[in-house]
């Protein structure tokens, strides 16, 4: 049989699987019309395949399956790695993600000012590797307009949000509409983290910097206080093993990729790191990114820092579109053996950085250097950890007055909250 045979009858397969009980019938009825004209010899029956391909239900199915395409919305101001494994649920949910970024003037009117500029946000919302399509200026809350908008324009099936509540000032929910609509779909809230926890963590270290230098004031003076400053605000994010695997691309580098490697804290990961990270990625097939302890960055940058912890770091890096692999709490300098070990092809770092360098310690690139496999990237974007730090410092009573109210929120949500099935 040749293969056109082949697709000619492909139809018996088809009602075989599609309509089995059917397809017994007509098998029954054949095999009785078979034996009665062998009997009387004097009826004529057509040729079964002739007769059956009759049936449109036998006919090969061509119809692609319909991608379903899900909208998410949210400001995204220091975006961190809840925002990434909201955005990862959310495209679970579906086949293609199309990501709201909200304004900056509906973020001052609803939120307050945020720390990050509309321009910045998109950046890092973009560079997720999860999102397919980002729409920028979107409003806070789902107007019916707009939710047309996202049905007839942009094909949306559904909208997602968090199990956390998301009121607008008068009191009412953001996404009442799409839930009336039935188009509406829920996930799990990452818990542990949210920008009013990292802008309470930017003003407590803040406090705590200034609590250190009255104290040492005072004990120079004589008048020693018990007892020393905290560090910062503790985070609450409790690590797993499978959020590791959720956000890895569970894939190594091939027999003879180019590996290029980049190393740093990435500490409020922000678009310069998102800038950077893509500027390496287009140097090799691989990108290795190796991310320093909190020990190795408090002693770089003061006890204030890190800002996010190392797991919280490696999971914002790993979520990261131009990030194959990162390396959790990488070594300060870097070694031959690693060179070796990880068949490092480039060793790359930015032009703009926080301070680098351990006083009195040797260079940590010295020895990719001797070897001539070092180059100095052109930092994209001059912003730094602390140049976004700063931003929060110099608008001190804005975001100490927004963080008051989101706290008393975030309090009647943990009061309130209840377990949610979801990843």
Not at 114 to 126: F, G, K, N, Y
Not at 184 to 207: A, P
Not at 315 to 327: A, F, K
Not at 383 to 396: C, F, M, Q
Request: glycine share 8%; with cysteine; aromatic share 10%.
């Amino acid at each position: 049989m040749g293969p056109m045979d082949y697709e000619s009858n492909s139809w018996i397969w088809d009602g075989v699987c599609y309509y089995p009980h059917l397809f017994g019938g007509l098998m029954l009825t054949a095999a009785l019309l078979g034996f009665s004209t062998s009997y009387f010899s004097g009826i004529g029956v057509p040729s079964l395949p002739f007769f059956w391909s009759d049936f449109g239900i036998f006919q090969k199915r061509k119809s692609e399956k319909k991608r379903i395409r899900v909208y998410m919305d949210g400001c995204f101001d220091l975006m961190h790695f809840g925002h990434a494994n909201a955005l990862r649920q959310a495209k679970a949910l579906g086949d293609e993600l199309v990501v709201g970024v909200v304004s900056d003037e509906e973020i001052i009117a609803n939120k307050g000012p945020p720390v990050l500029p509309m321009e910045e946000r998109l950046a890092l919302v973009s560079g997720l590797k999860w999102v397919d399509e980002v729409i920028s200026n979107a409003p806070y809350a789902i107007t019916e307009q707009f939710m047309n908008r996202l049905f007839n324009e942009h094909k949306i099936d559904y909208i997602i949000h968090g199990d956390d509540p998301c009121l607008l000032p008068d009191g009412t929910d953001a996404y009442a509409l799409a839930k009336k609509a039935g188009r509406f779909k829920q996930i799990k809230r990452t818990e542990g983290v949210s920008s009013t926890d990292i802008v309470g963590r930017i003003l407590s270290s803040i406090n705590d910097t200034m609590d250190s230098e009255d104290h040492n004031a005072t004990s120079m003076n004589g008048d020693s206080k018990k007892g020393s400053p905290s560090h910062g605000a503790l985070s609450h994010f409790l690590p797993t093993s499978q959020r590791i695997v959720q956000f890895s691309n569970g894939r190594g580098p091939g027999q003879n990729a180019r590996i290029v490697y980049i190393d740093g804290a990435f500490d409020l990961f922000h678009a310069g790191h998102i800038e950077i990270l893509k500027s390496a990625r287009q140097l090799g097939d691989f990108l290795l990114v190796g991310i320093h302890n909190d020990q190795t960055v408090s002693k770089l940058r003061g006890k204030q820092f890190p800002i996010m912890h190392l797991h919280e770091r490696s999971l914002s890096v790993l979520g990261c579109r131009y990030v194959d692999e990162v390396i959790i709490g990488a070594p300060w300098e870097i070694t031959k053996d690693m060179i070796t070990t990880f068949n490092i092809s480039l060793v790359v770092h930015g032009t703009v950085a926080e301070n680098n360098s351990f006083a009195g310690d040797s260079d940590p690139y010295a020895v990719p250097k001797s070897i001539g496999i070092f180059k100095l990237l052109e930092s994209p974007k001059n912003i730094t950890t602390t140049s976004i730090a700063k931003r929060i410092v110099a608008n001190h009573d804005a975001y100490k007055k927004r963080n008051a109210k989101k706290v008393e929120s975030e309090k009647k949500y943990y009061a309130e909250k209840k377990y949610i099935c979801g990843e």
